[in-house]
């Protein structure tokens, strides 16, 4: 069976940074295109960055581009989100996500797993 499992969220000041990670069991991670997504309070399940099966091409979200960095080490089975210089906006739950065979990669349902999410949590 497919799990994700995302972990380093936690409670930072704005300007921090912090990195996300997301363990893959059950797939090769180096097969499938990858993607980070988050969800506020009350809000819709948002894009925030994907990865290709080579790690070449990547897509970020607008709100994150130039913060925040998504990659993968394959060997390990695991994607990684490196967010620096967060703001109060960035406040979300945030979720990794494995793309079976989409040839899109922004939209949630793009996405066939998902992983149950990590809280990260940014304070002025």
């Known amino acids: 069976q497919v799990q994700l499992v995302e972990s380093g969220g936690r409670s930072v000041q704005a300007g921090d940074s912090l990195r996300l990670s997301c363990a893959v069991s059950?797939?090769?991670?180096?097969?499938?295109?990858m993607g980070w997504f988050r969800q506020a309070p009350g809000a819709e399940r948002e894009f925030v960055a994907t990865i290709t099966r080579g790690g070449g091409i990547k897509d970020y979200a607008d709100s994150v581009k130039g913060r925040f960095t998504i990659s993968r080490a394959d060997a390990e089975d695991t994607v990684y989100l490196q967010m620096n210089s967060l703001k109060v906006e960035d406040t979300a739950v945030y979720y990794c996500?494995?793309?079976?065979?989409?040839?899109?990669?922004?939209?949630?349902?793009?996405?066939?797993?998902w992983g149950q999410g990590t809280q990260v949590t940014v304070s002025s």
């Open positions: 996500a494995l793309n079976a065979n989409s040839w899109t990669a922004i939209y949630p349902s793009d996405y066939d797993y």
């Open positions: 059950g797939r090769t991670v180096s097969s499938y295109i």
